[in-house]
């Protein structure tokens, strides 16, 4: 192929195959009259040349990794996945102070409240409360108290429990639950519900969260409910350790703080529905 083809093929520009060749990384083979011609390995390395330079390495690294053994490409690739988890916490450390800032600071964007046992006693505040909000946490973490805690520390709020299922189907109840005017607070939001129920709720309250109404916070432990990659603007994570450190507020980001943990408490409905069956 000539260069234009090469770089058209490859998606890049002709000065980039050009840099490619200075820096040693490329060296394509030359017609009798001097003309540069691609042929089926120069193209081959230039695709692994592009395909690296897509994930963020310098020039200079991807010299390093081509030229090396398995050991090093993969040290290489590890210590670039580190740098980025990094920059990905840093980042997303940067949108929540910049979403703080743009929140209107009034009392019905912020509560501030004593933690309940198991904590200390801590004081715990959360600001710029969004209209839809998740709370996760493993067995045993307190999220059930801190919920409880959360709604009597709302102005108007309310808390939706689990004796809402006592003689009445669950879809019925949390649906008559959710026309409270207050905030709400609902306890295991997917207990009793199929993963299609689960699915369709979701997104009808995610379609609702916006600017200016009532904050809704969902205790939940369903993937379904909360899916990690769905998740909006206009939607939060609170998350509760198991050693009862204060609950954090998790980006919902591969890398931010918490966000391993909040995942590893999440499951499936049908995973969710046997062990609730096992723990009766």
Known sequence: MSPSEAARQLGVSIKALRLYERRGLLTPARTSAGYRVYGADAMARAAQIVALRAIGLSVS?????????????????VAHEQALEKEIRRLASTMDKVRA?????????????????????????????????????????????????????????????????????????????????GPIIVDMVEQGLDRSTQEALIADLRERAQPGVRPLFLMTRSSSILNLAAVGPHEAILYCPP?????????????????ESVSACLASPEARARLTSVAR
């Open 243 to 259: 050693n009862h450190s204060p609950p954090l507020r998790v980006a919902p980001y591969p890398g931010a703080r918490g966000y």
């Open 101 to 181: 800032l743009r929140a209107p600071q009034s009392a019905e964007h912020a509560v501030s409240f004593e933690l309940p046992w198991p904590w200390a006693g801590e004081r715990f505040e959360l600001r710029d409360i969004r209209p839809l909000n998740y709370i996760v946490g493993p067995l045993g973490s307190g999220k059930t108290r801190f919920a409880q805690r959360l709604a009597e520390s709302l102005p108007g709020a309310s808390f939706l429990g689990l004796e809402r299922l006592e003689g009445t189907d669950p879809l019925t109840a949390l649906l008559r639950g959710l026309q409270a005017a």
């Open 61 to 77: 690294q991807i010299a390093r990794v081509l030229d090396g053994d398995a050991r090093t490409v993969d040290a290489a690739l």
